[in-house]
């Protein structure tokens, strides 16, 4: 009796512990009032008209830029995997670790490195230099998620379409990647979500023509402090997490989450 | 590109094919000519060879030395692709997102042969395989027997010089691989097709094959017809491996026409049918299940050896007898269930062991 | 004729190697350019005095000579230990109930899931709505309700900060715990109970030691986390940092200090890429067991 009030306790105080700030954000996004009430008082979409064009332009380019850094990274990274688990190649601990180095290293860091070669490249505050700040992180991610998913195709497709008279590039087209395809989907989304929110590693190379969203919000509170607008792009921010949860569950069914996310970091 | 048209298919020929894992010899100067149109098993217990064997034929493996010949061509030094080689695999490997058709087609495709011939050879090959209403299918949507016959329509489609299939019938049940075997080798044949099959069952071997190739440690012990397998043995190791025999240790005394063989620790010498070994020697008598004669201890010939039942066990058409002989140890007699029937474990008995087969110990 | 035959087939592996070896050759070329180059260049240059160009290990001598520097790394790492350790134990039963019950794991998944999508920033607004001293939610209905007499300033200091990091963390740390605990088959700890232990016994005895490596894994993901996090430390800082990564990045933007930032990035940076190598060798082990 008392363990289950204990669990009932427990369990109320962390949901609520972890539903209370996003919530929050969604209803004070309604209220376009920085004074929030639970009560919910005035319903207004103010905060949302408010959004500034800056924003707007910000999130276009942190959707575009999400965007192609993964679709890039993805198109280097699988057949990078298929030379890796197919090629037998000697030298696959090597080069599987060198390019997962970059995902180990905190992205603070990587983006202080970056920032040193990227201002004489003149890459910094650019779209080229956001874009391949992300991809070195995706790189890693992509390989490790397509080196994963091609271990787990047996290679007797690939033998028997080479027997029947395909070429490595033809097997490559017509059977590896219509079958890894549905695995490299969901590849996608995670990278494109992470690229989506990914804050320390874009902090120093970004700039005023390359601002992704969530370093404009950053520095409008560090400026101004919070203003209803910046709420408002916040709980658009908190139901892109929502549509994103939903897609990978449709995808996955809720279940699998669990495990998928593990494979987010180590 | 249709250099190879379908129809009567080449002779393959191994020779001295080496293949080496680090410094084990997985294979070790395989020598071996199949005619074209005959149907070729390579039988072995697992990890002798067949597979790997196979594997260098079909260009999937490199291999260390030796040379492969489909006709006058030769191929080791092709890829896979380029070998027309037809391969059905163990768990068949059908395209998951293929349909059926697609499927059998897809080596014609990558001959380059124009669409309406294409569907024209996948109709006939759907045929040939009895799955005309199921084209459109994918290979989820079928049962394992349909898509067994899918990947052997598959390997045949596009006029291979030789089919290869790697135990295509071990993820069946036991009632469909029979059918299956029967269907396998009829289409063979329909097909004239130069076929290599790997094995580890001695079953589908002997029922399938023109020759039975079988393998140990990456050697070759002997090539046959089944029924030469079966009833003249070269080795001791294929007396055990083929069949469920008697051994029993003993001594070449006669030779030639017809051998005789004295037990070890018995003092008498049974006949055999036929010998491997020169006179003199010590050998094994091997005696199959089916040609031991049981009969009560008052009515036994002479030659017979006494022994007592140890187990009997019923298997519908036969009876499987044990029984223990002293100073031979088990031996397993197969006979009519009516003949047995006043016997009981326990009894006393008499074996006739006569018209065995004779190898080198 | 052999001797001919050998070198075709070693040709012909050459010509495989290479094949496949061009396919991970873009991978490699950019990780290499976009990745290894520039951290190799940073730890370079964290060893070149900015002025007169000559080697010198200055920077990291100045560095854990001034007590400021060390003060400040002592207090990262402090709170992203225990920021770990709160999360993990917080975290435990939850996981554990998301492992073992279906339902739970359908109908509570969506709130482990969604704040892992949420940029940090988001997280620190939520907070500030959450926890500001005057305008905040909880402190407003703990001062109505009578349980404070005046608002918690707690937000712009260091609590403030370990709450807006534990929110992450335990989400981390539920969502690995899940996963590892899942894999734990139920049917041991069920032995356990039917050999006598009590459940809770059971679990501390047959399940948690089984799922010790996602206790490993999701404690080296969230110390590294906190310790290189700059968005929360900065949006919730108080009067003195506390945080490392704000004393790099003032040295590296403020006050012109780069290859002093450098080296304190690289000091950084061994740390946390130790707690990740010292997660993977544990894990090893218990791999090989």
Redesign the interface.
């Known amino acids: 009796m008392l363990a289950r009030l204990a669990w009932a306790v427990y369990l109320t105080v962390l949901l609520a512990w972890l539903v209370f700030p996003i919530a929050l954000v969604v209803i004070a996004s309604f209220e376009g009032d920085l004074q929030v009430s639970l009560a919910l008082r005035q319903f207004s979409l103010d905060a949302y008209r408010a959004i500034p064009r800056g924003y707007w332009e910000s999130f276009r380019f942190t959707v575009s830029v999400a965007a192609l850094a993964t679709v890039c990274s993805l198109l280097i990274s699988v057949p990078a995997a298929w030379g890796l688990v197919r090629g037998r190649l000697p030298e696959r601990g090597v080069v599987s670790n060198l390019v997962l180095l970059p995902d180990i290293v905190p992205q603070l860091i990587l983006g202080i490195a970056l920032l040193t070669v990227f201002i004489p490249l003149r890459l910094s505050n650019s779209f080229a230099g956001v874009l391949l700040a992300l991809m070195a992180m995706n790189l890693a991610m992509g390989l490790r998620f397509s080196e994963a998913l091609l271990s787990g195709m047996a290679e007797e497709y690939e033998q028997a379409a080479q027997s029947l008279g395909a070429g490595r590039l033809t097997v490559f087209r017509l059977i590896v990647l219509p079958m890894i395809a549905p695995g490299v989907a969901i590849a996608a989304l995670f990278l494109f979500m992470q690229n989506l929110i990914v804050f320390e590693l874009l902090f120093f190379i970004a700039g005023p023509r390359a601002t992704p969203i969530s370093i404009l919000l950053f520095s409008d509170i560090i400026d101004r402090g919070v203003v209803p607008q910046a709420i408002g792009m916040s709980a658009l921010l908190v139901y892109a997490g929502i549509a994103f949860y939903a897609a990978v569950a449709m995808l996955l069914g809720p279940k699998y989450l669990a495990g998928t996310l593990m494979s987010r970091k180590g | 590109m249709d250099a190879h048209p379908p129809g009567p298919s080449q002779s393959v020929s191994l020779r001295h094919v080496l293949k080496k894992f680090g410094s084990f010899l997985a294979v070790r100067d395989l020598s071996l000519e199949v005619a074209a149109g005959e149907f070729v098993t390579l039988l072995g217990p697992s990890g002798c060879g067949k597979t790997t064997t196979l594997r260098m034929i ?3 493996m ?4 030796g ?1 492969i010949r489909f006709g006058d061509r030769r191929v080791d ?1 092709l ?9 059905v ?1 163990q ?1 068949y ?5 293929m349909t059926v058709a697609e499927n059998i087609g ?2 014609l495709r ?2 380059g042969w124009p669409k309406a011939k294409q569907q024209a050879q996948i109709d006939r090959y759907l045929a040939l395989v009895r799955l005309e209403g199921l084209a459109g299918r994918k290979p989820g949507q079928l049962s394992g027997g349909q898509q067994q016959r899918v990947a052997v329509a ?1 390997a045949l489609a ?1 006029g291979p010089d030789l089919v290869l299939l790697d135990e295509p019938l071990s993820n069946l049940d036991a009632k469909l691989r029979e059918q299956v075997r029967i269907d396998l080798r009829a289409i063979q044949r329909e097909a004239r097709q130069t076929t290599l099959f790997v094995t580890h069952d001695q079953v589908e071997a002997l029922a399938m094959s023109d020759r039975v190739v079988l393998m140990n440690q990456g050697e070759i012990e002997q090539i046959g017809a089944p029924q030469e397998l079966y009833t003249r043995p070269a080795t001791e190791f294929a007396a055990r491996f083929i069949g469920a025999n008697n051994l029993i240790a003993g001594q070449l005394v006669e030779g030639g026409e017809a051998p005789r063989v004295a037990i070890e620790g018995q003092d008498i010498a049974l006949r055999a049918s036929s010998s491997a070994g020169a006179v003199g020697q010590t050998v094994w008598l091997c005696v199959r299940p089916e040609q031991v004669k049981i009969s009560a201890i008052a009515e036994g010939p002479p030659d017979a050896v006494a022994a007592r039942l140890t187990d009997m066990i019923f298997q519908g058409g036969t009876m499987l007898v044990e029984a223990a002989a002293p100073g031979i140890g088990k031996l397993r007699a197969e006979c009519p269930p009516a003949e047995v029937a006043q016997l009981r474990p326990g009894d006393a008995v008499m074996l006739s062991l006569d018209g065995g087969h004779v190898v080198a110990r | 004729m052999e001797l001919a035959e050998g070198a075709l087939r070693r040709r012909r592996r050459r010509q495989d190697l290479l094949f496949f070896r061009l396919c991970t050759a873009p991978a490699l070329l950019l990780t290499l350019l976009v990745g290894i180059a520039p951290l190799a260049l940073m730890l370079v240059q964290s060893f070149i005095d900015q002025d007169s160009e000559a080697w010198t290990a200055r920077y990291y001598v100045d560095s854990f000579t001034s007590s400021f520097f060390t003060r400040t790394l002592m207090t990262t790492l402090a709170m992203a230990a225990g920021v770990a350790a709160c999360a993990i134990v917080i975290g435990l039963p939850m996981a554990y109930l998301l492992a073992r019950r279906s339902w739970a794991r359908n109908l509570l998944m969506p709130v482990i899931t969604v704040p892992r999508m949420l940029p940090f920033v988001v997280v620190g607004y939520a907070m500030i709505l959450l926890l500001a001293p005057m305008t905040g939610v909880l402190n407003k209905l703990l001062v109505d309700w009578g349980i404070l007499a005046a608002p918690l300033f707690i937000l712009f200091d260091w609590p403030g900060q370990a709450l807006a990091f534990g929110y992450s963390a335990i989400v981390v740390a539920i969502g690995i715990l899940t996963g590892v605990l899942m894999a734990v088959d139920p049917q041991l700890e069920d032995a356990a109970v039917s050999l006598g232990a009590s459940r809770l016994r059971g679990f501390f005895t047959v399940t948690l030691p089984l799922g010790m490596p996602g206790v490993i894994a999701a404690g080296a993901l969230i110390f590294t986390a906190v310790t290189t996090a700059y968005s929360i430390p900065v949006m919730l800082a108080g009067r003195v940092p506390y945080m490392i990564s704000i004393v790099v990045a003032t040295n590296l933007l403020t006050l012109e200090q780069p290859h002093l930032a450098y080296a304190q990035a690289v000091v950084v940076s061994v740390i946390a890429v130790a707690a990740t190598a010292f997660a993977q060798i544990v894990l090893s082990r218990y791999g090989r067991q």
């Open positions: 079909a260009g999937l490199p291999q260390d030395g040379e030094l890829p896979a692709n380029r070998r027309n080689v037809g391969l695999f768990n490997a059908l395209f998951p997102h897809f080596g990558m001959r598959r596009f």
